[in-house]
């Protein structure tokens, strides 16, 4: 089956400008998650749908960051405007649904760099 | 609240020799706890989860893992190491009390097997 795939992969940016991340999960999971891996940290969620409704977004910076699941597939990520301390690798993951035995499949995430 | 610590930032072994990586959890109720690996510049991939049953839980790539609920730990280990185990390992815990079962991550062991 095809991976769950995220574009772009690195993204060079300057403090106060925007950006935006598009993840496509594996066919048929309805559960999809955002993630921002800070260097030398574990992934902390930002923000979880399931199909095209927001379950959880209680760690998610509302003031800059927004996403949305359109038709419950492809989800964007946005980041308006851009810290220093936005610079992180942003995962995508989905799994088939929220339940205890189904496990995360991750994209390879984009890398966020900004000066 | 629930939480995952792993003590070692970085495991060194050399190729042949048994290896392990710790983890310990702090959860109220029964844990459902997994672990997580990461190759360079990838996202991650899930290896292996305990949920209930036998304490000893074998996954992929040879890679089992031991749950002591008296010690609080789920170690990560693997009777004979090779060079491409050398990757960064996470340690998961799903929060049974956020209604999502959210995903907390430990900070990570960065494993490395010599030749």
């Known amino acids: 089956e095809a991976g769950v795939a995220q574009s772009p992969r690195y993204k060079i940016i300057e403090k106060r400008q925007s950006v935006a991340f598009w993840c496509n999960p594996i066919?048929?999971?309805?559960?999809l998650y955002w993630y921002q891996q800070i260097l030398g940290q574990g992934p902390k969620l930002l923000i979880q749908f399931q199909n095209n409704g927001v379950v959880d977004d209680s760690q998610l910076p509302k003031d800059r960051f927004s996403a949305e699941r359109l038709k419950g597939v492809d989800s964007t990520l946005k980041i308006q405007p851009a810290k220093l301390e936005d610079s992180a690798v942003y995962l995508c993951a989905s799994s088939l649904g929220p339940d205890l035995n189904s496990p995360l499949h991750f994209g390879n995430g984009t890398r966020l760099t900004v000066t | 609240a629930q939480s995952v610590a792993q003590p070692e930032d970085q495991v060194n072994v050399a190729e042949g020799n048994p290896l392990t990586v710790k983890c310990t959890y702090s959860?109220?109720?029964?844990?459902?706890l997994f672990w997580y690996v990461q190759y360079p510049n990838r996202g991650l991939q899930f290896l292996l989860k305990?949920?209930?049953?036998?304490?000893l839980v074998k996954g992929s790539y040879g890679f089992e893992a031991e749950f002591n609920k008296s010690q609080t730990s789920f170690h990560l280990k693997k009777p004979s190491a090779l060079v491409s185990d050398s990757a960064l390992y996470f340690c998961?815990?799903?929060?049974?009390?956020?209604?999502?079962?959210?995903?907390?991550f430990g900070t990570g062991t960065r494993l490395k097997v010599l030749a």
């Open positions: 959860v109220s109720g029964n844990p459902y």
């Open positions: 066919s048929g999971h309805a559960t």
């Open positions: 998961a815990v799903r929060d049974m009390t956020s209604g999502t079962y959210k995903y907390i």
């Open positions: 305990y949920i209930t049953g036998d304490n």
